[in-house]
């Protein structure tokens, strides 16, 4: 997509996304709080859905991990130990022409000279390091002695609680940790709309293993990932496998490989893989003078396990899936006329509402009891709504625009007016091909919950 066709779709896709209460922005009234966002009624779902579905696969359907929830205020060491005090932080420079405060790598060049991006202005100071993390205190001293961190990713809680969790769950080597929770970064330049956010949530794995399993695993879990991708409606040609060289490698790390989506905005990483060997409970064991070590029994050897992290990021996949959803066809309108539709094309797994139920009239009592008894009989299993408003046409195209993959309409046959045969069937109607089949209310259940799981 050129630049001005992608600003363009994207501006659609945010515009929807707050119109139809997927995301707004964070303290909008106040004029905005750049790099924080809040999911309204709709994007809640979908985001706990993708949160839901990960939990699924990456904790509930295997026995080899175990998961955890940890703070976010950390102690101020974990994160020395870590390395995040010392080195996490991006080089800055500001630009002196239109005082814009940028990250080096956003500088464009010209003839070999740098410039800035927007303003064209070639007067920059020289890069600084500035450190992304968000520091507080805790009770009333502000002073070096009551400093801690937002924390700027999940994974260290996994570090230095492995040894409590590897105890209680008498798990064996490989096994894994995961989290899902917030994460805070003080990026220079929050943008592409959630893409770079200040305060962000990911989803991480940290996957123990003896140091010879180190590089077979990293292979695996990036096959592991890239299903997951597929499975949540991600198709495997828009994701893109970049193998991290060396030189933009940690330096700890034996093996990167990021995981990238086609963004409108261009190919940009959606997950980190990462082979982290044990940098991270070897720097805890010094720093905090306990042993991380595991005792392999069969082995008798004691030894700092290594480890494989696949870390995705929420915020990013939920756009991922927003923007792969998106789609403009052409549907017939009341009276017949075709005009252009927005659907949200979301694998019905991850889908915010899975089903609406319509009565064809809101004043016919016989309908709207029926339509009543069917949500009744689904909500239990599924997020159902229910919407008696507008011709049926309209509420059709609501449920399309938030992606809502089923409708079901309860009309005059459902009541057996027509054909005594057709007495408790309902219309089905499935979101992107638009056709309705007749279904049984007492096969509504099982229908839906094949098709959603
Ligand atoms: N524990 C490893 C780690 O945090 P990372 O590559 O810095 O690695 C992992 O972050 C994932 O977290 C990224 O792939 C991305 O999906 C998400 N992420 C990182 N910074 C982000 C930001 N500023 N806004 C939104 N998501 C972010």
Redesign the pocket.
């Not at 959630?194 to 200040?198: E, V």
């Not at 990483?269 to 980190?272: A, H, I, M, Q, V």
């Given at each position: 997509m050129n630049p001005k066709a992608a600003s363009q779709h994207m501006d659609k896709i945010v515009s929807l996304c707050k119109r139809r209460g997927f995301i707004f922005q964070s303290s909008e009234i106040y004029g905005g709080l750049n790099g924080a966002w809040d999911y309204g009624p709709i994007g809640v779902e979908l985001k706990r859905n993708l949160k839901n579905y990960w939990w699924r696969m990456m904790v509930h359907e295997r026995e080899d991990v175990v998961g955890m929830d940890g703070a976010i205020l950390t102690h101020p060491e974990v994160l020395t130990a870590s390395g995040h005090v010392g080195g996490f932080s991006d080089p800055m420079i500001d630009c002196r022409s239109c005082k814009a405060h940028l990250r080096l790598d956003q500088l464009i060049e010209k003839k070999g000279i740098k410039q800035c991006p927007n303003c064209g202005g070639k007067d920059l100071t020289e890069a600084r390091q500035f450190n992304l993390m968000f520091e507080t205190h805790l009770g009333a001293a502000a002073d070096e002695s009551s400093i801690a961190y937002l924390r700027p990713?999940t994974?260290q809680s996994i570090f230095v609680q492995f040894k409590n969790i590897l105890e209680v769950s008498r798990k064996k080597l490989p096994f894994g940790i995961a989290q899902i929770g917030k994460?805070f970064?003080n990026?220079i330049n929050p943008r592409n709309f959630?893409?770079?956010?200040?305060e962000?949530e990911?989803m991480?794995l940290e996957y123990f293993c003896r140091p010879e399993q180190g590089m077979g695993l990293l292979e695996y879990w990036k096959e592991e990932r890239l299903r997951f991708y597929e499975n949540i409606g991600i198709p495997r040609d828009k994701l893109h496998v970049k193998a991290v060289p060396d030189e933009e490698r940690a330096f700890y790390s034996k093996g990167t490989y990021d995981i990238e989506y086609d963004f409108p905005f261009g190919v940009q990483?959606?997950?980190?893989v990462?082979y982290r060997t044990d940098y991270d409970l070897s720097q805890h064991q010094k720093a905090s003078g306990k042993s991380l070590e595991y005792f392999d029994e069969e082995m008798k050897q004691k030894f700092i396990p290594h480890v494989v992290?696949p870390?995705?990021?929420v915020?990013?996949t939920v756009l991922a899936l927003i923007c792969e959803a998106y789609a403009e066809d052409e549907a017939p309108d009341e009276k017949g006329k075709m005009e252009t539709r927005i659907v949200l094309r979301f694998h019905p797994r991850i889908a915010p509402i899975k089903c609406a139920v319509f009565p064809l009239l809101k004043n016919k009592e016989p309908l709207v009891a029926k339509a009543k008894e069917i949500v009744d009989l689904l909500r239990p299993h599924m997020y159902i709504f229910y919407d008696e408003s507008g011709a049926i046409g309209r509420r059709y195209r609501r449920q399309d625009e938030i992606g809502t993959p089923f409708g079901i309409t309860v009309d005059f046959e459902t009541m057996g007016e027509k054909d005594p045969k057709l007495r408790d069937t309902v219309t089905l109607r499935e979101r992107d091909s638009m056709k309705q089949e007749r279904v049984r209310i007492s096969d509504l259940l099982q229908l839906l919950s094949m098709r959603i799981a």
């Open positions: 990713e994974a994460a970064r990026e959630t893409f770079r956010s200040r962000f990911q991480e990483e959606l997950e980190g990462a992290e870390s995705a990021g915020d990013r």
